[in-house]
Nanobody
């Protein structure tokens, strides 16, 4: 079992920045591929960003490419999502996810472990 706890959500204006973090415990963190997803009520969970075991590979959804950066610190068992130039469509609930091996890093159904989510709220 891997336990994941997200933090860092909050109120943010369009154009602003926010950094989300996900702390992992329970198993060897470096053995897990990590990703961030987001989900708006009534919609399917959407892939945001992915990072490989040693962070040599990162991938992003087209909607966040160039604005968001995923990173991980295997010594601290954390994965982060730096979100810059936030758009009105970005605020929602963000989740981190973990899996040992993946054929498709964009598919939420393929991840075994999830955090409880952290809310990012847009302000006018």
């Amino acid at each position: 079992q891997v336990q994941l706890i997200e933090s860092g959500g909050g109120l943010v204006q369009s154009g602003g920045s926010l950094r989300l973090s996900c702390a992992a415990s329970g198993r060897t963190f470096s053995n897990y591929l990590m990703a961030w997803f987001r989900q708006t009520p009534g919609k399917e969970r959407e892939f945001v960003a992915f990072v490989s075991w040693s962070a040599d590979v990162t991938e992003y959804a087209d909607s966040v490419k160039g604005r968001f950066t995923i990173s991980r610190d295997n010594a601290k068992n954390t994965v982060s999502l730096q979100m810059n130039s936030l758009k009105p469509e970005d605020p929602t609930v963000y989740y981190c996810a973990a899996e040992r091996y993946l054929d498709d890093y964009t598919g939420p159904a393929l991840y075994s472990f999830w955090g409880q989510g952290t809310q990012v709220t847009g302000s006018s």
